[in-house]
Nanobody, 121 residues
Framework: QVQLVESGGGLVQAGGSLRLSCAAS????????MGWYRQAPGKQRELVAT????????YAHSVKGRFTISRDNAKNTVYLQMNSLMKPEDTAVYYC??????????????WGQGTQVTVSS
């Protein structure tokens, strides 16, 4: 079993910053990526940013230049530094994701419980 515990969400004014953290624990091996997704009310969950073990990053176009993902591989922890937050684009529940290889040519996705980020005007 894999557990993902997120922290760092909250209420922030437009233009402000927040830092999300996600620590993974349990039976962890062969991590492909760790990252963040978000889901706003009435919308589908979307990718925000992911990072591979080797440091390759993938960002949603809407957050490039404002958000920065980082990882501490030794601690199985991923961070998301969010700057210049915008309302309402960035208001959403943010979910931590860990994608792990099964060894059978497939990947398993694990999700955190989600942390609310609300950007106010």
């Amino acid at each position: 079993q894999v557990q993902l515990v997120e922290s760092g969400g909250g209420l922030v004014q437009a233009g402000g910053s927040l830092r999300l953290s996600c620590a993974a624990s349990g039976t962890i091996f062969a991590i492909n990526t760790m990252g963040w997704y978000r889901q706003a009310p009435g919308k589908q969950r979307e990718l925000v940013a992911t990072m591979t073990n080797t440091g390759f990053t993938n960002y949603a176009h809407s957050v490039k230049g404002r958000f920065t993902i980082s990882r501490d591989n030794a601690k199985n922890t991923v961070y998301l530094q969010m700057n210049s937050l915008m309302k309402p684009e960035d208001t959403a529940v943010y979910y931590c994701n860990l994608r792990m290889a099964t060894g059978r040519g497939e990947d398993n996705d694990y999700w955190g419980q989600g942390t609310q980020v609300t950007v106010s005007s």
